[in-house]
């Protein structure tokens, strides 16, 4: 199974920006959808943000105009850029494969660790 590895999160202070990024032991980024997910202190996971295969992208509306997600087939990667950061965008981050149909977005596979993005007042 392909196993996703995120990267790139760290303490910044509001208003700051960081880059994650997840990489993949194998090529799977063209033929999949992928998703940005987010667990928040005394929150369930949260869908922060899709790209499809065709590179559409969706947003929460918690990060719309903040954050941009984009992915490089050609490094097996994809990011999640975060600008404007706030203090409630604190969390650990993960990216999944994921199956959207209709109106919800499914997270496939197994939960990596995930990359922790703290954000001060």
């Known amino acids: 199974q392909v196993q996703l590895v995120e990267s790139g999160g760290g303490l910044v202070q509001a208003g700051g920006s960081l880059r994650l990024s997840c990489t993949a032991s194998g090529s799977i980024f063209s033929d999949n959808a992928m998703g940005w997910y987010r667990r928040t202190p005394g929150k369930q996971r949260e869908l922060v943000a899709t790209?499809?295969?065709?590179?559409?992208?969706n947003y929460a509306d918690s990060v719309k105009g903040r954050f941009t997600i984009s992915k490089d087939t050609t490094k097996n990667a994809v990011y999640l850029q975060m600008n404007t950061l706030k203090p409630e965008d604190t969390g650990v981050y993960f990216c999944m494969r994921v199956w959207m149909t209709g109106s919800k977005t499914y997270a496939l596979g197994n939960w990596g660790q995930g990359t922790q993005v703290t954000v001060s007042s």
């Open positions: 790209i499809t295969t065709g590179s559409s992208t």
